[in-house]
């Protein structure tokens, strides 16, 4: 009786498994000691989903035979598609392409082309070549393989029973290179599958529930084969378009009509959502501020105290910020306040130096300081200690201005100290766009 029930949830699986379905498995010790952080699966679901392929499940292993094996059959009961990452280093630990070549019941065999791309690489760099140059050519005999031009180890693609596997570095770089390069244009030949359009907005400074009740008509009125999906992190929320037609109505023009449409719903959500939508796709708040700065000709100066320059460093990020950076100050002791910015000893004295007064006091110091246009000032408790009940832990004061008008707000962010400076950074940002505005 388990033998029957077993063999009809394989098949029911093998039923609902769709062309644009994918499965991940990430392989490496580092990954489960948690040695080495999972960056690559998120990267790889979003490239994946722009493409309108659809993750079923991911899975992380060890760098053992027996469970690259398991992982691969369980993958392949619940996609057409799986794509493996890790495990082709020179090490005796990478183990994959050995066990790829066991699952696939064929042997080893060398890759002349990678061999003299790999000889090629060490005598650019004056290096001398190592013996693993020969092992990482060595690639299984039912492999097609991904050249990789920004690395040593091949990617592989393999074919069984109408399934794909695809096995890439785990090294991000040579992994997204390969993505994009070789294995994105391969899988939108072999499984084209239905379009998938997604627009995507970024909002600044409110959160997804109450983003949700403001919306809540326009969610209402969405048609069904469009989706409104929401992406919070720390002080931001993106919100995602996402249109795709139903299988049985994919009208032959379907991707134009659907960027058509997904445009419309997404300008009548940017209006909705004015106030605190401030950039689309893949813009940053850092990014956008920068843009601002640029188009008004303003230079820009920060001084910080809690977040210790690190609103600095998320301005100076951006390639060419030094046409609207000047620097910042990083007044973190009140002797620092008091001479590199004029903050008043009896200011702090009488206010303390997490107060409105201060923060306003410190953008005119850093006006002054940095002969800038605009300045921005940061200060507060970020954590753990130092806080009272007046002022507990995670009360953020911060101001923007110029030389005619000074604008301070307060916050109070959350008890954890990164989480503290990335909020007053976010919300210090967001300030300076308003600023630059004039809606604030």
Request: glycine residues 8%; hydrophobic residues 40%.
């Amino acid at each position: 009786m388990r033998n029957q029930s077993a063999s009809f949830e394989f098949c029911s699986l093998l039923r609902q498994t769709t062309s644009m379905d994918v499965y991940l498995i990430l392989i490496g010790d580092e990954i489960l000691l948690g040695q080495v952080i999972d960056t690559n699966s998120a990267w790889i679901g979003q490239q994946l989903a722009l493409h309108g392929y659809r993750i079923t499940g991911k899975m992380a292993v060890a760098d053992a035979r027996a469970d690259i094996l398991s992982a691969l059959e369980t993958a392949a009961q619940r996609a057409n598609i799986i794509i493996t990452t890790g495990g082709l280093g020179p090490t005796k630990d990478d183990i994959t392409r050995k066990t790829l070549a066991e699952y696939f019941g064929c042997g080893l065999m060398f890759h002349p082309e990678t061999y003299d791309r790999i000889v090629d690489y060490y005598a650019r760099v004056g290096r001398p070549l190592p013996d693993s140059a020969r092992q990482q050519a060595t690639i299984p005999e039912r492999a097609v393989p991904l050249t990789n031009k920004v690395g040593n180890a091949p990617g592989m693609w393999f074919e069984r029973e109408g399934k794909v596997f695809i096995s890439l570095p785990g090294v991000p770089f040579e992994m997204q290179y390969l993505m994009t390069e070789e294995v994105l244009p391969r899988l939108r030949q072999h499984f084209p599958g239905r379009p998938l359009v997604h627009r995507t907005l970024r909002t600044a400074g409110e959160g997804e529930t109450a983003i949700a009740k403001r919306i809540e008509n326009f969610e209402n009125a969405l048609p069904p084969h469009i989706r409104l999906a929401y992406l919070p992190s720390l002080g931001q929320v993106r919100l995602r378009l996402s249109g795709q037609w139903p299988h049985e109505q994919v009208p032959p023009d379907a991707e134009a009509r659907l960027q058509l449409e997904v445009e419309k719903w997404a300008d009548e959500l940017r209006g909705l959502l004015a106030d605190i939508v401030y950039g689309k796709e893949e813009d940053t708040l850092e990014q956008v501020v920068g843009q601002l700065l640029q188009a008004q000709g303003l230079l820009l100066g920060t001084a910080e105290s809690c977040t210790g320059g690190y609103i600095a460093h998320l301005i100076t990020s951006v390639p060419g910020s030094s046409k609207y950076f000047a620097g910042s100050v990083v007044a973190y002791s009140n002797e620092i306040k008091t001479k590199l910015l004029g903050v008043r000893p009896e200011t702090l004295a009488h206010f303390g130096a997490v107060s409105e007064q201060t923060v306003c006091e410190m953008v005119a110091g850093a006006l002054d300081t940095l002969k800038v246009d605009v300045a921005l000032s940061v200060s507060g408790i970020a954590g753990p200690s130092g806080g009272t009940p007046e002022k507990p832990v995670g009360t953020v004061w911060m101001a923007v201005g110029n030389r005619s008008r000074i604008i301070a707000q307060k916050h109070v962010f959350a008890r954890d100290r990164v989480k503290n400076i990335q909020l007053a950074a976010i919300f210090g940002l967001n300030m300076v766009r308003k600023f630059l505005l004039n809606t604030l």
